[in-house]
């Protein structure tokens, strides 16, 4: 950047006329140019506007995920609204999806990386994750993520009606994330479990029998079974498991800056009602909430490895 701007004050004495000079960040050329150049970037970079003097923060995130993308707008919405509530103290920003969608072990893995191609991302908290990983610990979903109702065909609906206890359940596979945290927290819980490094994919091994029911959190299951409705799916209505399961963001772990004004937007939106305004008008949410107070539902509690609160 001291290249560009010596650059550009040397034409002014030399009095040349140019038109502003901006840097591109290699995030955005990581973008622009995924599908032809290595994946490379770096943590998020300031850009600075020569005519305004200001400094600009870009960021990237993971991108919606086709079936989820309903709910997990919500997401992105929640770290605009972060940003906006602290660009008069931290300057103004540039926020953008990744173009491509990938494992969420991969974004775990370029958040952790000091050239990676995304700079924050949502995910459960594990100690793994942790490790690698700054968490910034205000939960985005209130509580809704520790709790999980099933998705499952039309055509085993008494089955699941039958089912009373773990013991029960444990007659039936489970479909999960090969990496998510919930897989470790039902196979300790003694269920059996199917799993796929791909989101989409699973909604495919469910219908083709592969696994028997596919837990989902209550804020989610609403969207993703409207997205499946060819596939003969149905929420299961008696059942619910609940474990801790909080949702943060994260970022890279010497990325302190980002993190502390994520902290800060978030809990300046708390405050003033912005956070719980946004949160009740995302689709499927206040629908989740109520669904956690059913008195039709058993809730079938998992031991949890983690001490994690949500």
Known sequence: ??????LYCTLLLLGASSPAITAQSS?????????????????????ADVATNEKTLHIVTQPLEVSAQAHEIYFYQLLELALEKTRATHGPYKLERLKRILSNQRYIAEVSRDDGIIDITWTMIDEEREKKLLPIKIS??????????FLIRQEDKEKFRAV???????????????????????????????????????FTMLQRKRFDYF?????EVWTEQKAHVDKGFIIEDSLMFHYPAPIYFFVNKKNTRLAERIERGLQIAIEDGSFEQLFFSTPGFEQGYKEIHNPNRRI?????LNHYDD
């Open 1 to 6: 950047m001291r290249r560009y701007l010596w």
């Open 27 to 47: 995030t955005s050329q990581a973008i622009t140019n995924s599908s032809t150049t290595p994946l490379q970037t770096t943590t998020p970079t300031f850009t």
């Open 140 to 149: 985005l979903l209130r509580g809704m993520n520790s709790y999980r109702v």
């Open 164 to 202: 009373n206890t773990l013991e029960d359940l444990k007659k039936f596979n489970a479909g999960s994330g090969s990496v998510w945290p919930d897989t470790s927290i039902l196979q300790n819980n003694g269920l059996p479990v199917v799993t796929s490094a791909h989101y989409e994919l699973l």
């Open 215 to 219: 837990p989902r959190g209550v804020y």
């Open 300 to 304: 079938l509690r998992l031991n949890a």
